[in-house]
């Protein structure tokens, strides 16, 4: 499966933003999907995930409530929709493809495919 991450830029404190994740190659409602995020100097974190059906999803503690995570089975994407941006909200962002697990999971090592990231700036 292929993955390709689109929507990251620079914004100010307090936007919003809109990531996509657009899957390709395989059926892509076999799939669990989820966001992580990696700022420079840190170690990669989760961001959210939804399950196959996208009726479930999971959100790390610290950004529930600003960010929400969708998908459109119909159009093999997932949207990670960011509000209230913060500067320690820059990173970058990828979306990954975890095929094995029944339940949506936060742990990175759950995940198969990974997509090329795309970079979100948050300007003060």
């Known amino acids: 499966v292929q993955l390709q991450a689109s929507g990251g830029g620079l914004v100010q404190t307090g936007d919003s933003l809109r990531l996509s994740c657009a899957a390709s190659?395989?059926?892509?409602?076999?799939?669990?999907i989820g966001w992580f995020r990696q700022a420079p100097g840190k170690v990669r974190e989760f961001v959210a995930a939804v399950s196959r059906s996208g009726n479930s999803s999971l959100y790390a503690d610290h950004l529930q409530g600003r960010f929400t995570i969708s998908r459109d089975n119909a159009k093999n994407t997932v949207t990670l929709q960011m509000y209230s941006l913060k500067p320690d909200d820059t990173a970058v962002y990828y979306c990954?493809?975890?095929?094995?697990?029944?339940?949506?999971?936060?742990?990175?090592?759950?995940?198969?495919?990974w997509g090329q990231g795309t970079l979100v700036t948050v300007s003060s």
């Open positions: 990954a493809v975890n095929e094995y697990t029944k339940y949506v999971s936060c742990s990175g090592q759950s995940y198969d495919f």
């Open positions: 190659g395989r059926t892509f409602d076999n799939y669990n």
